[in-house]
């Protein structure tokens, strides 16, 4: 008999109702790389029988292209997903940014910060991220300087989660990300904050995202326990690179998948994670049907990319 702690079939302890969620950025269309986000976390919820949302992560409307949002949502709708809450737009969520930025200014964790990105970049070692922020304005802004930005002041230390794809993960946040940006010059609230307060607001309990925010989430744990939040797990599924090794997002190859004939779209995203490829002849209204209960997270590779088939 399995205890309330131990993993069930899918990898999931039980105990909490698992909530999941996939949060596009609606800076273009769905493309493979973002599909394979949204397939893993919509099978790994509902193959443990759990809640699966959407929100938008439009925090940034200069990145924003516009259309974009309504687009991903009927994409998604056309490929079968079904989110089961309202669509939560992070764009209409600053106030309560605000008032986790305030939580933290007032515990003292968070300091303001004059130096603009040249001044980072010309001062910094360089980190796995761009250049580091050699703590300029840490013990207090120079006479004459202008606060621009809020940053976290990152506790020195070791922070270590388990991955439940890429295993065992570890991060000395200090010296790798240092001190980060809560508030951006042109006060938008960082994405490592507005993740945090949406993620303990809708109750999730399951992360599962693109691999490129493996290097985010030790940030994004100091913030909950800054906070008081629970912690997530976390499943970070393979980058899709194109065939000279560029992140789809970026590239050429990013075209977007197509809302009137889904399969293909989904078989390939299904195959990249590693899954048992589903029957020659299934029709998209049976996909899920037959994925669900297929769905086996062990199988996923632990890379932290993989190549889209040409
Ligand atoms: N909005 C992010 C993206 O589109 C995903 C953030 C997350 O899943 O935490 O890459």
Redesign the pocket.
Known sequence: MRGPADPGPTGVAGGTAYRG?????P?GPLHLG?LL?AVASYADARANRGIWLV?M?DLDRTREIPGAADLILRTLSAFGFEWDEGVIHQSRRTDAYRDALDTLKALELTYPCGCSRAEVARAGRSGPEGPLYPGTCRAGLAPGRRPRTERFRTPPGRLAFEDRIQGKQEQMVDEAVGDFVLRRADGIHA?QLA?VVD?ARQGITQ?V??A??LL?TPR?ILLQRALGLAQPGYAHVPLVLDTQGRKL?KSLAAAPVDARDPLPALRAAWTLLGQTPPPADLHIDAFWTWAIPAWRIARIPSRTSATCPA
Do not use: I
């Open positions: 969620r996939f949060a596009p950025s800076t973002s986000a929100r992560e994405y993740v993620d992360v995202r693109g490129d925010l985010s994004q997002s």
